[in-house]
């Protein structure tokens, strides 16, 4: 079961990573568009286990192998950016996300069959 406070720390984690991939990251990753889908921290708060979209990148597994060599100075940024709201910085661990491909796949099938996409 998730705490508030891990509700809280996760969120705060995933704003902060969000910006460093749009802004302070953005040469490492050149034309890529990373985004942060979700974040879930331990109970003991000593690992975030980051969950990534990959839009414009055609070999995901290779550009997630780039975050993760990056890790170290992504990690450094974070630490700078809420290093006073939280004593240790968690050890990051970054996954692929592949819901929205597979909600773009389903609609592609659906299309193929003539079903028209559910409505939101």
């Known amino acids: 079961m998730t705490s508030t406070r891990q509700l809280k720390f996760s969120r705060l984690i995933q704003k902060e990573l969000a910006e460093i991939f749009q802004k302070d990251q953005k040469s490492f990753f050149t034309d890529n568009i990373i985004s942060v889908t979700q974040v879930e921290v331990t109970p003991d708060f000593s690992i975030a286990h980051v969950h990534l979209s990959l839009l414009l990148d055609k070999d995901k597994k290779k550009m997630l192998e780039v975050v993760g060599h990056h890790k170290g100075n992504i990690k450094h940024t974070l ?19 592949l819901g929205a491909e597979h909600a773009q796949r389903m609609n592609e099938i659906l299309e193929k069959l003539h079903i028209p996409p559910a409505k939101e």
Not at 80 to 97: M, T
């Open 79 to 97: 630490a700078k950016n809420i290093g006073k709201q939280i004593r240790k910085i968690p050890e990051l661990i970054f996954h692929l996300d």
